[in-house]
């Protein structure tokens, strides 16, 4: 079955970085679009970043410029490198699978598959 493990949250100060890692399980995880997402207390879940099938990216705008999406299809791994971080990026991250051979999508409804989230608490 699909699984999605997600690691390297953390509390850090504003200004750190961390870079949080997604384990994928039990599908052909090159053929399928990927997502990071962040939830907060009180807030809609929202896109962060995004890399399809094919490779192309997305990133939501309050990240642009801080944050990398990459992933090692050999490891079946997505990252996500967050730089220059802020007190407001504090939240819960999760990784999720988007559709077959699809593209980058900030949408959560377009994902089906999720994973557990991993907390990042960033400090002023």
């Known amino acids: 079955q699909v699984r999605l493990v997600e690691s390297g949250g953390g509390s850090v100060q504003a200004g750190g970085s961390l870079r949080l890692s997604c384990a994928a399980s039990g599908y052909a995880y090159s053929r399928y679009s990927m997502g990071w997402f962040r939830q907060s207390l009180g807030k809609e879940r929202e896109g962060v970043a995004t890399?399809?099938?094919?490779?192309?990216?997305s990133y939501a705008d309050s990240v642009k410029g801080r944050f990398i999406i990459s992933q090692d299809n050999a490891k079946n791994t997505l990252y996500l490198q967050m730089n220059s971080l802020k007190p407001e990026d504090t939240a819960m991250y999760y990784c999720a699978r988007g559709s077959f051979l699809g593209r980058w999508s900030l949408r959560p409804g377009e994902y089906n598959y999720w994973g557990q989230g991993t907390q990042v608490t960033v400090s002023s």
């Open positions: 890399i399809g099938s094919e490779g192309s990216t």
